[in-house]
């Protein structure tokens, strides 16, 4: 069964308009009005194709193949269409757009709602469900992966009113104000209860998904430095987030001898200096660590900086690594901060455990990937994925394709079309061979 990777294309290229920052890349954080039009766009395309479309309070979407029907359990594909700031325009987006492309060739394929049977006579014996999980990339809130973790349990009521994002606006002020997006108009009115935030419908039932798929760009060097086409992922690697704050003793930056000084900035730096050396020490060459956040008061050239706060994370494939690592990042921290004489709050930011995929699924993968004679690496992933939320409890697959000079979360982000559109039937033949 062909997909049609013009369309697929077409539907890349215009969703990638919808961005606060036009020209700098892709900027569309979740309950913002230009993921309103992205969602839009999608579900619009999904109506055209005579598709059931729900959203949940949290904005998760779940898209239904018109043939689905009660009871069948379900196969399911998706991802997120949120970004970071000044992000690319292919992270989650194109995993949304691949799982809808499935979506639609499908559509053509099956006569009506009645019909399991495609008019290639394949017989679907599974529901097919495209789902767009909400907040993946934490960029509001902080904590990644937010939609998938309400919708498998692992956030609850509390956690609407604990996220929060750095105007002190909850998760859940944001979900009760969806209203006041502008030109809302053209948005969906969303097929749930507005009166308040009702987490009732937003758990889905596990037991009666029967595996989930998530298509995605690398984000990183391997398939395109080792001339791959597509990766098979065995493994999403694991995260744990610290936010450190450093108390110093504010000054004039000029009159203040460099003896007699307790400066936040100077501690904070030489703490990720040395957490970087410690983790690139790693035996494996494996785990990362990164300070991607910083917030530095006064935040003014001539005033030794009083207080700093900067975010720390630590990822690998293995948890007993990550928590070893940032156990050494914390006691390096610390012994910084005695020694300038400042003072030092660390706070458990969130995490996530890696997880290992279904090795069923990677073996089905693999022998499909065989017969259609694809060049493909089975290989870790360094990102984390709304499918390792689902993989705790269903079988759970992903595909990767290539990232042109391993680059992404910026504007230079960016994937051969010809990988696009091969990575994108990958996902249409291992979910056809997983309907029947
Ligand atoms: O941070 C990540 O790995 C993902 O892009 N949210
Ligand atoms: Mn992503
Ligand atoms: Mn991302």
């Given at each position: 069964?062909?997909?049609?990777?013009?369309?697929l294309?077409?539907?890349?290229?215009?969703i990638?308009?919808?961005?606060?920052?036009?020209?700098?890349?892709?900027?569309?954080?979740?309950?913002?009005?230009?993921?309103?039009?992205?969602?839009?766009?999608?579900?619009?395309?999904?109506?055209?194709?005579?598709?059931?479309?729900?959203?949940?309070?949290?904005?998760?979407?779940?898209?239904?193949?018109?043939?689905?029907?009660?009871?069948?359990?379900?196969?399911?594909?998706?991802?997120?269409?949120?970004?970071?700031?000044?992000?690319?325009?292919?992270?989650?987006?194109?995993?949304?757009?691949?799982?809808?492309?499935?979506?639609?060739?499908l559509?053509?394929?099956?006569?009506?709602?009645?019909?399991?049977?495609?008019?290639?006579?394949?017989?679907?014996n599974?529901?097919?469900?495209?789902?767009?999980?909400?907040?993946?990339?934490?960029?509001?809130?902080?904590?990644?992966?937010?939609?998938?973790?309400?919708?498998?349990g692992?956030?609850?009521?509390?956690?609407?009113?604990?996220?929060?994002?750095?105007?002190?606006?909850?998760?859940?002020?944001?979900?009760?104000?969806?209203?006041?997006?502008?030109?809302?108009?053209?948005?969906?009115?969303?097929?749930y209860?507005?009166?308040?935030?009702d987490?009732?419908?937003?758990?889905?039932?596990?037991?009666?998904?029967?595996?989930?798929?998530?298509?995605?760009?690398?984000?990183?060097?391997?398939?395109?430095?080792?001339?791959?086409?597509?990766?098979?992922?065995?493994?999403?690697?694991?995260?744990?987030?610290?936010?450190?704050?450093?108390?110093?003793?504010?000054?004039?930056?000029?009159?203040?001898?460099?003896?007699?000084?307790?400066?936040?900035?100077?501690?904070?730096?030489?703490?990720?200096?040395?957490?970087?050396?410690?983790?690139?020490?790693?035996?494996?060459?494996?785990?990362?660590?990164?300070?991607?956040?910083?917030?530095?008061?006064?935040?003014?050239?001539?005033?030794?900086?009083?207080?700093?706060?900067?975010?720390?994370?630590?990822?690998?494939?293995?948890?007993?690594?990550?928590?070893?690592?940032?156990?050494?990042?914390?006691?390096?921290?610390?012994?910084v901060?005695?020694?300038?004489?400042?003072?030092?709050?660390?706070?458990?930011?969130?995490?996530?455990?890696?997880?290992?995929?279904?090795?069923?699924?990677?073996?089905?993968?693999?022998?499909?990937a065989?017969?259609?004679?694809?060049?493909?690496?089975?290989?870790?992933?360094?990102?984390?994925?709304?499918?390792?939320?689902?993989?705790?409890?269903?079988?759970?697959?992903?595909?990767?394709?290539?990232?042109?000079?391993?680059?992404?979360?910026?504007?230079?982000e960016?994937?051969?079309?010809?990988?696009?559109?091969a990575?994108?039937?990958?996902?249409?033949?291992?979910?056809?061979?997983?309907l029947?």
């Open positions: 069964m062909k997909i049609n990777g013009s369309r294309l077409a539907n890349l290229h215009s990638s308009k919808f961005t606060d920052t036009p020209g700098e890349g892709v900027t569309r954080f979740s309950y913002s009005p230009q993921e309103a039009r992205a969602r839009e766009y999608i579900i619009k395309r999904a109506e055209a194709a005579g598709c059931d479309v729900k959203v949940d309070t949290l904005q998760n979407i779940h898209i239904g193949l018109k043939s689905n029907r009660p009871g069948r359990r379900t196969v399911m594909a998706g991802s997120h269409i949120d970004t970071v700031q000044n992000g690319g325009w292919l992270d989650g987006i194109y995993g949304v757009c691949g799982a809808l492309e499935v979506m639609e060739t559509s053509e394929h099956i006569a009506d709602a009645s019909s399991s049977v495609t008019d290639e006579g394949d017989i679907l599974y529901n097919y469900q495209l789902t767009v999980f909400a907040e993946e990339e934490g960029s509001n809130f902080g904590s990644t992966m937010t939609g998938s973790k309400f919708m498998v692992l956030y609850n009521e509390p956690d609407l009113d604990k996220l929060m994002d750095g105007s002190g606006r909850t998760l859940r002020d944001a979900l009760k104000n969806l209203d006041n997006i502008p030109d809302s108009t053209e948005c969906r009115t969303p097929l209860n507005r009166s308040d935030v987490l009732s419908q937003v758990r889905i039932d596990l037991d009666n998904v029967k595996s989930m798929f998530e298509l995605h760009i690398e984000q990183g060097p391997v398939l395109a430095r080792e001339g791959y086409q597509v990766g098979i992922v065995n493994c999403i690697f694991g995260m744990r987030v610290i936010e450190v704050t450093m108390s110093g003793v504010g000054n004039h930056a000029g009159a203040t001898p460099m003896a007699e000084r307790h400066d936040a900035l100077c501690a904070a730096a030489e703490a990720i200096l040395a957490a970087e050396s410690l983790v690139s020490a790693d035996p494996n060459k494996r785990a990362v660590v990164t300070a991607g956040h910083i917030e530095c008061l006064p935040n003014q050239s001539n005033v030794i900086p009083e207080t700093v706060k900067f975010t720390l994370e630590v990822r690998d494939n293995d948890n007993d690594s990550i928590n070893t690592y940032m156990e050494k990042c914390i006691q390096a921290i610390c012994e901060a005695e020694r300038r004489q400042v003072g030092c709050e660390i706070r458990e930011h969130s995490k996530a455990a890696p997880f290992n995929l279904s090795d069923r699924i990677i073996d089905d993968m693999q022998k499909r065989d017969a259609e004679k694809l060049n493909y690496k089975v290989m870790n992933s360094g990102a984390v994925h709304d499918a390792c939320m689902l993989a705790y409890y269903v079988d759970t697959g992903m595909i990767f394709v290539p990232s042109i000079n391993g680059r992404s979360h910026v504007p230079e960016d994937t051969d079309e010809k990988d696009l559109v990575g994108a039937q990958f996902l249409m033949d291992t979910i056809l061979d997983e029947k």
